[in-house]
């Protein structure tokens, strides 16, 4: 077995994150004759994988080389929002007057408080993902590297595992740009970021997508003069625009110096510090930082599994290559969660497992085309979607019809000083057909479930329209549009016809 990792700072909480997910003292087990399942990587679609088959009575493996519970738990979706929950206590703090709560003036964030808090919240939740919860469920954990021997053959820890089917599920890594003197500066990724103790008096954050954007409010609400570089002409690239520009606003709000359509052409060191050069507009000119963050896109982990002897194709940069029924090309093996899917999230990740386990034990035939895959960007406001953007649609060639509702016109959003967003969603022309939908709030992720639930049972607009909400909650923004699109059915001839009936009535 190889040693186990450490983490920073070695504090209880991380001592007792590391008994839970790479416990020191673990002997691999000796390994059945053969499983119905073996499973690489214990990220979110390993462990979802080898619960569900190890609860369905399938002898099942599960083998991880470094932290169970993968990116999400350890430097993924738990740690980020506890930080962007503390950065969210500060921002409240400071317009406190606002809502007439006077705070006293000097008051500040205690950054290492806030790291300290995150690894206790972590080590809380790590039991979950554990290597004593999953082998009180059956699973044979092998905390070890994994290698592919042959089709059906896995060796681990030097042990030789044969089975029947077999899932790939060893997630991706944080991709970092290839710009001269970046890597001898040194910088700072999703995997190293949750280790500081002292927070950067000057941040420089590399890509505004959803990474970049969260962790630059969140540092910069705790005090880091926070400069955000960006490429493209504004963040979040693959949203609506209006939507990136709610966010963009907010981040500038905070004290974010946004760097757009720039190219950052040199990194060098400079003592503690780093300066960046940068071409903008056809003009140079440089920032210094203590430290670089860079969150500009995911790698997909496909080394060193020896895929070749095992007959699976992949790609460097696009992951390993599945069918829609997530099957690789060797017919005994499939594949789960960010190594082969472009949607990066743990959700999808956890959905894309299901699929697995029906596929590949009972020869299902379930279809990774067939998922509602919302996502969402936690910043503040947040940005939440689900299916088509109006353009996708378009470019099908799906007649589309959009309506928006904005957040000032409802009351919650207006008692709560939260009016910054908006409600939207698009229609197959003609009918009340949910193609997609987009909410920007403070709270969107809560609020984009109502649209998911809807395209998945094939509910109708109309149907939301008829559903009571409770008074007063943002989420009326969706019955609103409901409203609105029973207003559009009401055309001129319609209208016409009713007031004639009504003279009629008398």
Not at 71 to 83: F, R
Not at 200 to 222: D, H, S, T
Not at 299 to 305: C, H, K, M, T, Y
Not at 433 to 456: D, N, P, W
Request: aromatic share 6%; glycine share 8%; hydrophobic share 40%.
């Amino acid at each position: 077995m190889k040693a186990s990792p450490s983490l920073k700072p070695d504090d209880e909480y991380n001592r007792a994150l590391l008994a839970n997910a790479h416990p020191p003292d673990w002997i691999n087990p000796e390994p059945a004759s053969r499983y119905n399942l073996v499973v690489i990587g214990a990220g979110t679609a390993g462990l979802v994988t080898a619960s569900a088959a190890a609860s369905l009575g399938a002898k099942v493996a599960l083998v991880e080389r470094h932290l169970m519970g993968g990116d999400c738990l350890n430097v993924g979706c738990v740690p980020s929002k506890a930080l962007i929950r503390a950065s969210r206590s500060a921002a409240e703090v400071r317009r406190a007057d606002e809502f007439g709560t006077t705070i006293p003036a000097g008051g500040r964030v205690d950054f290492p408080r806030v790291m300290e808090r995150m690894r206790r919240l972590r080590a809380q939740i790590s039991p979950n993902d554990s290597v004593d919860r999953f082998r009180k469920l059956g699973v044979d954990v092998f905390l070890a590297d994994a290698r592919f021997e042959g089709p059906s053959t896995i060796s681990a820890d030097g042990r030789r595992l044969h089975f029947k089917k077999a899932v790939l599920a060893t997630g991706a890594r944080a991709a970092v740009p290839p710009i001269p003197g970046l890597a001898e500066a040194g910088s700072l990724t999703n995997e190293s970021v949750f280790s500081l103790t002292r927070l950067p008096p000057r941040l420089a954050v590399i890509g505004g997508g959803p990474i970049g954007c969260e962790m630059a409010q969140a540092f910069a609400r705790f005090g880091s003069k926070v400069h955000l570089l960006e490429a493209a002409p504004h963040i979040l690239m693959r949203e609506d625009g209006d939507a990136a520009e709610r966010v963009q606003s907010a981040l500038a709000k905070d004290a974010v110096n946004l760097v757009l359509g720039c190219k950052i052409l040199s990194v060098e060191r400079q003592g503690d510090s780093r300066k960046i050069r940068l071409e903008c507009a056809g003009q140079s000119g440089h920032i210094e930082v203590d430290e670089i963050l860079v969150g500009v896109g995911r790698a997909p982990n496909v080394e060193g599994l020896n895929l070749e002897a095992a007959g699976v194709e992949y790609d460097s940069r696009a992951g390993v290559k599945v069918s829609n029924r997530l099957q690789t090309s060797n017919p005994r093996i499939y594949a789960a969660g960010d190594i082969c899917s472009m949607y990066k999230f743990t959700h999808a990740a956890d959905a894309m497992a299901r699929i697995v386990v029906q596929n590949a034990l009972f020869f299902g035939r379930k279809k990774a085309s067939a998922l509602t895959i919302p996502w969402c960007t936690y910043t503040d406001p947040e940005i939440a979607h689900v299916g088509l953007y109006e353009r996708e649609a378009k470019e099908r060639g799906i007649p589309v019809q959009t309506l928006t509702v904005e957040l000032r016109e409802i009351d919650r959003a207006v008692l709560d000083g939260e009016t910054e967003g908006f409600s939207r969603v698009h229609l197959r022309a003609g009918t009340d057909r949910i193609l997609g939908a987009t909410v920007v709030a403070a709270h969107a992720g809560e609020m984009i479930s109502e649209f998911s639930l809807a395209m998945t049972a094939g509910v109708g607009l109309a149907k939301i329209a008829a559903t009571i909400h409770p008074y007063p909650t943002q989420s009326e923004a969706i019955k609103r549009l409901g409203d609105a699109y029973n207003r559009a059915r009401l055309t001129p001839s319609l209208r016409r016809w009713l007031e004639r009936y009504f003279r009629w009535r008398g």
